[in-house]
């Protein structure tokens, strides 16, 4: 801004000096040293005051002029008339220059002429109102359509708006400000923001008033573009300030260090956890801080190994560890550390760290409480286990005996005699399958060893098993390659074999079945699809489908006993996978399943 001035008044045609608020002279144009016969080093040394003894009551008269005396080039003492106009009225900064006789005599430089130089060149937007807020004066920098700069004299902001089609809240804010500074008599400064050309516009503005013998004479306004500064405070803002009040804001602690692991930032997220104020442990080791002792010289070994290039498990990954806090109480967190680089030098350690002692509660009762299901899941398998080869005696009794009876006694006994013994026989043998599919359903529980499997081999030799009901079907079977996964080799073939079994078993009357099966997989899993164009399953049935003996088809064509699905749903879940079905009645369904990846 001074070297703004100090060009503009090496252009006014009168003698002119810039002073500060103690009256030093800051610069004086060639009349100026020419008046006063001084070099502009040498005034630079000199006060206003020495010059010019009236200079005090110039300043406190602005606006008027005041009668001075002056040593001139010749040596002789001289009469001027000394002005003073204030760029800052609240620090009395501004420009002294003297009207002496000959340059008042002159009608081509007169004050009005003087002011217009000065207005018209400043590099910001000059405004001067009258008391009910119309435009006396706007310099070019203000508007530089000279067509509508003059247009606007005598006329205000909403006059402009209404012209110019523009919304006119710009107008009304402008006007409370008017008021106001006209009431209190005290400048306002402000920023007004607004879109041209697709950017952001910041223009800082003033506003003050000017009295004359304490009667208003004019409202000053002035405003200069501060976009670009604006531009570059954001930039500052969004590095520094911004950034810190994210990192005070979040919901973990954030810690940072520098390289010789000495604290350097501790937001209140981490006030809260570890119970030290920021100021209590800026400079201090982290690691005398929340690292608990056994792991201290690990923490400090291991900021020096990855300053030095030799790596850190703990950097960019995320670990629990325990730590303190100031009561010295240990508990668990959760962190993870960022390197943070200058021109591709380590300068500090940045750590977001988590309280998860509630965390490591809930998981401990789950754990708990999954190890007492699993007490409890061994002991029903082993029960129901028990329970069904104990059904078996009996069963193999009664079928025995009721076979015996059909065979010895068939002459003896008569049509209704032999019915009930036929009933009670194939109640038992009923009761057996039923039987047999509960321990075989208790024995999926007992998990072989994980291992390779290669499904295409498993298909293959399951189908070979169930020629037979292919051929009297003529089911005909589409099988994509499938994948070698990893898993429990019996229960996988059981579970195909039942899948394949029900599309071969629920087809549609007079029409050969069609099997479809797939796999696709991602990252985490394989997904296995098999598909049949056999009678479907209502949709409020598509949920029952995997209880056991749960029957959802009376129909005494289908025999069954609702317990292979149930295996297949025991199956997926000991391989980490789920199992569902798409269907529509008389459309066919889908099985569809997944087996996981990374089996142990």
Not at 242 to 258: F, K
Request: charged residues 25%; aromatic residues 10%; proline residues 2%.
């Amino acid at each position: 801004m001074q070297n703004i001035c100090y060009n503009l008044i090496d252009t006014f045609p009168l003698a002119s000096f810039f002073i500060d608020n103690e009256l030093n002279i800051l610069y004086a144009n060639s009349l100026g040293l020419e008046k006063i016969n001084i070099s502009l080093e040498k005034i630079k040394t000199t006060t206003a005051i020495s010059h010019f003894p009236e200079i005090s009551l110039c300043i406190k008269q602005e606006g008027n002029n005041v009668s001075s005396e002056f040593v001139n080039i010749t040596g002789q003492k001289t009469k001027a008339t000394l002005k003073f106009a204030s760029f800052d009225k609240k620090s009395s900064i501004g420009i002294l220059y003297i009207i002496d006789e000959h340059t008042s005599n002159q009608k081509t430089i007169d004050e009005q002429k003087l002011n217009e130089i000065l207005l018209d060149n400043i590099p910001a937007d000059i405004a001067v109102f009258d008391k009910n807020y119309n435009y006396l004066y706007i310099n070019p920098n203000g508007i530089k359509n000279d067509e509508i700069r003059n247009w606007l004299i005598g006329k205000n902001d909403f006059d402009y708006c209404e012209h110019k089609g523009l919304d006119n809240s710009i107008a009304e804010k402008r006007w409370e400000i008017f008021n106001h500074v006209l009431q209190t008599k005290k400048q306002a400064e402000w920023i007004d923001e607004y879109h041209k050309d697709g950017k952001e516009i910041y223009v800082m503005r003033k506003l003050f008033p000017l009295f004359i013998n304490n009667e208003f004479y004019c409202m000053i306004g002035y405003g200069i573009d501060i976009s670009e500064l604006k531009r570059v405070q954001n930039v500052v803002i969004s590095n520094e300030d911004r950034n810190q009040m994210i990192l005070n804001s979040a919901l973990d602690a954030v810690i940072i260090i520098d390289t010789n692991g000495k604290i350097t930032f501790w937001n209140a997220q981490a006030e809260k956890i570890f119970g030290w104020k920021s100021e209590e442990v800026l400079g201090k080791l982290l690691s005398d801080i929340i690292v608990p002792d056994r792991y201290r010289k690990i923490h400090t070994e291991g900021i020096k190994n990855h300053f030095n290039g030799k790596g850190g498990k703990t950097i960019n990954g995320i670990i629990e560890f325990p730590a303190l806090n100031k009561k010295g109480e240990e508990f668990s967190i959760e962190f993870s550390i960022l390197p943070i680089y200058d021109n591709g030098i380590i300068v500090n350690y940045c750590s977001f760290l988590r309280d998860i002692t509630a965390r490591k509660e809930k998981e401990n009762q789950v754990e708990l409480q999954n190890k007492t299901l699993r007490n409890k899941n061994s002991e029903l398998e082993q029960f129901t286990y028990i329970t069904s080869h104990d059904l078996q005696e009996p069963l193999l009794t009664l079928i025995s005996f009721s076979d015996l009876l059909l065979e010895e006694y068939s002459e003896v006994l008569d049509d209704e005699g032999k019915l009930y013994i036929e009933f009670i026989n194939k109640s038992a043998y009923r009761m057996r399958a039923l039987v047999t599919g509960l321990m075989e359903y208790a024995r999926i529980g007992k998990r072989d060893d994980i291992k390779e499997i290669n499904c295409n081999e498993v298909v293959k030799d399951v189908l070979k098993d169930l020629s037979v009901k292919i051929n009297n079907t003529k089911s005909v079977f589409n099988v994509k390659h499938l994948p070698i996964i990893r898993g429990h080799e019996t229960y996988i073939r059981l579970l195909f074999q039942n899948l394949i079994s029900n599309a071969i078993k629920f087809n549609k009357e007079n029409i050969d079945p069609l099997v479809k099966i797939k796999c696709s997989e991602n990252e985490h899993e394989w997904k296995f699809s098999v598909k049949d164009n056999g009678i479907g399953i209502e949709k409020e049935n598509l949920d029952q489908v995997f209880i056991i003996f749960k029957r959802l088809n009376k129909d005494s064509l289908y025999q069954g006993y609702g317990i292979g699905l149930a295996h297949c749903k025991k199956i997926i879940d000991i391989h980490n996978g789920e199992i569902y079905v798409k269907s529509k009645l008389g459309k066919g369904s889908t099985f569809y399943f997944t087996i996981s990846k990374k089996l142990e």
